[in-house]
């Protein structure tokens, strides 16, 4: 990454000393683009939590896992949300249907998942914001989102990709990229998200990895 080379004085108020960058023998001013919550753009701590491949249940509307803000002012903004199907355990597969919905209660039970962190310098997640693989309490539904489907069988020519391109990406396209910021999938304090296994089967496998901003 390049630094600005030069800076120049202003001096209203008590003055500061503003980054310039010379180009074609002239000074341009330098500047940081900000989002719509006034965070510079790239400056927000990013976590993720990365839920391992983790058999089917012979159980129909199944909660996979729950993700849920439980501070009292912190926003979480998921960004990204990867259902990542496994294509090395062998098994008769068939159409699994899903659905993502928020949640209005934190999920119990199951199994606490533990935060990685791209930048090891920046401060621990919040112990408030939770993730749960297979919770079995709480994460009580709330507005569904919206549903799909996904073949379970490993040998599926279209799970194959989706498992090769890391993953099916559930945060849709435009909450993702709106010119260069992600606005993501909002979750105010008391909000969750959860992922549900609609079809009654045990007969595959799936992992999840999802990202989010914390503010």
């Not at 503003?18 to 500047?31: D, G, M, Y």
């Not at 294509?87 to 606490?112: E, M, S, Y």
């Not at 533990?114 to 919040?126: G, K, N, V």
């Amino acid at each position: 990454m390049t630094l600005a080379n030069d800076s120049i004085s202003v001096t209203p108020g008590a003055g500061a000393t503003v980054a310039t960058q010379l180009v074609n023998s002239k000074e341009h001013q330098v500047v940081m683009i900000a989002a719509e919550s006034g965070h510079i753009i790239g400056s927000k701590d990013t976590y993720f939590y990365n839920i391992v491949s983790q058999v089917h249940v012979a159980a129909a509307n199944t909660v996979h896992w729950d993700l849920f803000n439980n501070t009292g002012s912190s926003l979480v903004r998921v960004v990204h949300c990867r259902q990542i199907p496994n294509i090395t355990t062998a098994v008769t597969g068939v159409v699994f249907d899903w659905t993502l919905t928020r949640t209005t209660a934190i999920g119990t039970g199951g199994t606490a998942q533990t935060a990685w962190l791209p930048d090891l310098s920046q401060p621990a997640l919040d112990a408030n914001i939770t993730c749960r693989s297979k919770p079995t309490g709480g994460a009580t539904a709330g507005v569904t989102l919206f549903n799909y489907s996904l073949s379970s069988e490993e040998t599926n020519a279209a799970t194959i990709q989706i498992a090769s391109r890391g993953g099916l990406e559930l945060v849709p396209e435009t909450l993702r990229n709106l010119g260069g910021v992600s606005h993501g999938i909002l979750l105010r304090p008391g909000q969750g998200l959860r992922c549900v296994q609609v079809t009654n089967s045990a007969a595959g496998n799936t992992g999840w990895l999802l990202g989010f901003t914390v503010e």
